[in-house]
C-alpha cells in the first residue's frame, strides 16, 4: 500500500470515532485489516492515528486563526493529522504531508476543498502556528497544550493541586512502554526473557514487579512465548491488583468484572492453579474471551459465568468466597495515553453515575464473603470521587469491613500508599493512572 493509503486509514478511524464514538484501539487493528496496511506501516499509521487524538485541541487551537469558516468534520480530521505530521513527526517531509493532503481532499471533496486545504497549510508552512503563551488562564493553558477538557484540568487541579494535574497531562501524551506478565505458575521471568531474546524481542525485568517485564523492542503478542502461555501484555500498575488481593493456594475467588481476563489469570497463576477463579462478566462474548486466555495460559482453575455481579445473592450464598476483587467500571481517566479518544467523550456527570454502580457491586460483594474474608476494590482512574469519595461512602454503609494496608505490594510500591489506600499517577513509574484499596470483612 502507498503512503496515500495509509493516511486515508488514518482518516477513515478519526471519522468514525468522530461519527460513533468507537474506541480506537478497537477502529486501528480494523483499518489495518481492511486497508491491507503492511507490517511496516502499521507503526507510521498508528503515531499518526494516536498522535492526532492526543493532540486534537492543540491541533485546532493551532489551526483556528487560519480558518475562515467551519468546515466539515472529516475536512476538519485531514488537517488535524496532516498538522501533526508538519509539527510532530521529524521523519514526514512538510511538504509531502501538504500533497497527500491535498490528494485526499480532491478524492474525498472537489476543487474548492483541496485549494482551502492547501492554502491552510501552506500558510501554516510560511507563518508558523501562535504560541499557547498567549492564554492567560493557567487552567485554559494546560487544557489547550496537553489537549485535555478544561472540566477535567480544573477537576484534578482541585484535587491534586495545578503542578501534578499538569505533570500528569504532559505524562498522558506520551506513549507507554509495553509491559507483559510472566506466568510463573509454568516459567521463570530469566527462562521468559531467555526465550524472546531468541524471537528477536528486547526486553528486561519490570524494577516494579516481580513478574513483570518491560520491552525495548519488538512486539510480544506475535511471539511463540506469547501463544504457548508463558506471557501475558498486561500493564504494571494493573498487574499490583493480584499482590494487593494475596489469593493463597486452595482457596475460592471471586473476581466480579472479570472481561478480558487479565487480573483473572494473574490470579488464577498466584494460585499455582490450585483453588479456583470465578470470573464474572455481564456479555457471554467476553466471558468466551477469558476462557481463551485462560486455555492459552494452561490454567485449568479458571470457571467463567455470564451474570450482573449486582445480582450476586440470587446466584450465591452468603459467605462463599475468601476473596472478592471488584475492578469496576469506571471513567478510565488513568488509561488516557492507551485510549486516548476518552478524554473527549468523558462528562463530568458520568462520573456520578459511575460512582453509584461501583457502590452497587461493592455492597453486592459484602454479603457473598466469608468472614475475615478479603475485599480488593480497584479502577483504572485517577478520579477522587471514584476512588477516595467510594471507599468513604462504603465504609459509611458497611461498618463490618474495615480498610487495612495494602500490605503484599511490592515494597517500591507500598510506600506510595496514603492512608491504607494507594492512588497511582502516570508519572509514578510511567503505568497506568490506577487505584486499589484492600478491606477485611470483621468477625
Not at 521529524?90 to 504531508?97: H, L, S
Not at 531467555?194 to 513483570?212: F, H, M, N, Q, T
Amino acid at each position: 500500500m502507498s503512503k496515500f493509503s495509509l493516511r486515508e486509514a488514518a482518516l477513515h478511524i478519526l471519522d468514525q470515532i468522530d461519527k460513533n464514538q468507537s474506541y480506537s484501539n478497537l477502529l486501528l487493528n480494523h483499518a489495518i485489516k481492511k486497508f491491507e496496511i503492511s507490517k511496516k506501516d502499521t507503526g507510521l499509521l498508528t503515531e499518526i492515528t494516536y498522535g492526532t487524538i492526543q493532540r486534537k485541541m492543540t491541533l485546532d487551537y493551532f489551526l483556528e486563526p487560519f480558518l475562515k469558516k467551519k468546515v466539515e468534520g472529516w475536512v476538519q480530521n485531514l488537517l488535524r493529522l496532516s498538522l501533526y505530521q508538519m509539527l510532530y513527526l521529524d521523519r514526514v517531509p512538510e511538504r509531502a504531508a501538504i500533497h497527500e493532503a491535498v490528494e485526499i481532499a480532491k478524492k474525498k471533496g472537489h476543487k474548492g476543498i483541496s485549494g482551502m486545504v492547501n492554502g491552510v497549510l501552506r500558510s501554516i508552512q510560511r507563518e508558523g502556528v501562535r504560541s499557547v503563551d498567549e492564554i492567560v488562564d493557567p487552567i485554559k493553558k494546560i487544557s489547550i497544550e496537553t489537549s485535555h477538557p478544561e472540566w477535567l484540568v480544573k477537576r484534578w487541579a482541585a484535587h491534586f493541586g495545578v503542578e501534578k494535574a499538569k505533570e500528569m497531562c504532559e505524562r498522558n501524551l506520551i506513549a507507554p512502554v509495553q509491559t507483559a506478565r510472566v506466568n510463573t505458575s509454568r516459567i521463570s521471568r530469566e527462562e521468559a526473557l531467555k526465550l524472546l531474546e531468541e524471537e528477536g524481542v528486547e526486553a528486561s525485568e519490570s524494577p516494579i514487579i516481580p513478574s513483570g517485564i518491560r520491552v525495548k523492542k519488538g512486539n510480544i503478542a506475535h511471539t511463540q512465548a506469547y501463544k504457548e502461555g508463558f506471557i501475558t501484555v498486561q500493564d504494571e500498575s494493573s498487574m499490583l491488583v493480584a499482590y494487593a488481593l494475596a489469593p493463597v493456594p486452595g482457596e475460592l475467588i471471586l473476581d466480579m468484572c472479570a472481561a478480558p481476563g487479565g487480573k483473572t489469570t494473574h490470579i488464577a497463576e498466584c494460585l499455582n492453579n490450585e483453588g479456583e477463579v470465578l470470573a464474572l462478566d455481564l456479555h457471554e462474548h467476553k466471558i468466551k474471551l477469558i476462557k481463551e486466555n485462560a486455555d492459552r495460559l494452561k490454567l485449568s482453575n479458571v470457571k467463567g459465568e455470564a451474570m450482573d455481579g449486582r445480582k450476586l445473592q440470587e446466584r450465591y450464598p452468603e459467605k462463599t468466597f475468601d476473596r472478592i476483587l471488584v475492578d469496576a467500571p469506571c471513567s478510565g481517566l488513568g488509561v488516557l495515553r492507551r485510549k486516548p479518544d476518552i478524554k473527549y467523550a468523558k462528562r463530568e456527570q458520568d462520573l456520578e453515575s459511575l460512582s453509584r454502580i461501583q457502590q452497587e457491586l461493592l455492597h453486592a460483594a459484602v454479603n457473598s464473603l466469608k468472614q475475615e474474608g478479603i475485599l480488593v476494590y480497584s479502577t483504572c482512574t485517577v478520579d477522587k470521587e471514584e476512588n477516595e469519595g467510594t471507599v468513604k461512602k462504603f465504609l459509611a454503609e458497611h461498618p463490618e469491613m474495615s480498610l487495612t494496608a495494602p500490605d503484599h505490594l511490592p515494597e517500591q510500591i507500598s510506600v506510595l500508599a496514603e492512608n491504607n489506600m494507594l492512588q497511582i499517577f502516570p508519572q509514578d513509574f510511567d503505568g497506568d493512572g490506577f487505584f486499589i484499596a484492600v478491606f477485611k470483612k470483621n468477625s
